[in-house]
């Protein structure tokens, strides 16, 4: 008995130490044109758009890595809108090339869709049902219970609904991000969901020069 008591004690340590290290796991979602034009907005320092583009992995594992708890993010969805090839052939190509270029990372997934042109070219082309997706996939996500916590990075208060149905229905943990400077989204008469405050150094590591890649 002398002898096997160590190796019990040592199969139980790594037990608890393997549940005790266990990181949670993060679904984080890009609203992607307010993520990079917020951003650029404040950081941008007079670049093209196109010259600083954020890349989702490195935003969604510096949230990941600013929370109490280890965490991992485990899936990264990124949403945002196409240009039509047929009326913006170079956006589109860039567009294409970035989603490409991001989706190598497996835990990325790309959502998009076609811009509208609605009295084009006197209207720049706006991006159309790109809220809703979003909104859709938090929810769904939240009913599959698969994570430990969703975090969507974006300040368009239109997705705030979705937030509050997830937390009311007590479908998951919610937690938001945003760039330092701009109001995160917030339950009414409450200071919900934490949020993830990225700055000016947080830019600077994620951002990528787009320029040439076509």
């Known amino acids: 008995m002398g ?3 160590p190796a ?3 199969d139980w340590r790594g037990f608890f130490c393997h549940n005790r290290v ?3 796991r993060l679904a984080v979602f890009l609203d992607f044109q307010n993520v990079h034009l917020t951003g650029h907005g404040v950081y941008g320092d007079g ?3 196109y010259r600083c583009v954020p890349h989702p992995s490195r935003i969604a594992d510096i949230i990941a890595g600013r929370r109490r708890r280890s965490s991992e993010a485990v899936q990264i969805r990124v949403y945002r809108g196409r240009p039509d090839p047929n009326h913006q052939p170079v956006p589109a190509a860039a567009n294409d090339a970035q989603a490409s270029h991001w989706c190598r990372d497996p835990r990325v997934r790309v959502i998009r869709r076609q811009l509208s042109y609605r009295n084009w070219p006197n209207v720049p082309a706006q991006e159309k049902g790109i809220d809703v997706a979003l909104a859709v996939d938090v929810i769904h996500l939240a009913y599959r219970r698969e994570h430990d916590a969703l975090v969507l990075f974006s300040s368009d208060t239109d ?3 979705a937030l509050e149905m997830v937390r ?3 479908l998951g943990h919610i937690e938001v991000a945003c760039w330092s400077g701009f109001k995160p989204l917030r339950f009414p008469t409450s200071n919900l969901p934490w949020c ?3 700055n000016r150094q947080d830019w600077l590591k994620t951002i990528e020069d787009c320029k040439g890649r076509i």
Request: no cysteine; proline share 14%.
């Open 3 to 5: 002898v096997l008591l």
């Open 8 to 10: 019990v004690l040592r």
């Open 22 to 24: 266990m990181p949670e």
């Open 47 to 49: 670049l093209e758009p």
């Open 159 to 161: 997705l705030l609904p």
């Open 168 to 170: 009311n229905v007590g």
């Open 196 to 198: 993830h405050f990225l």
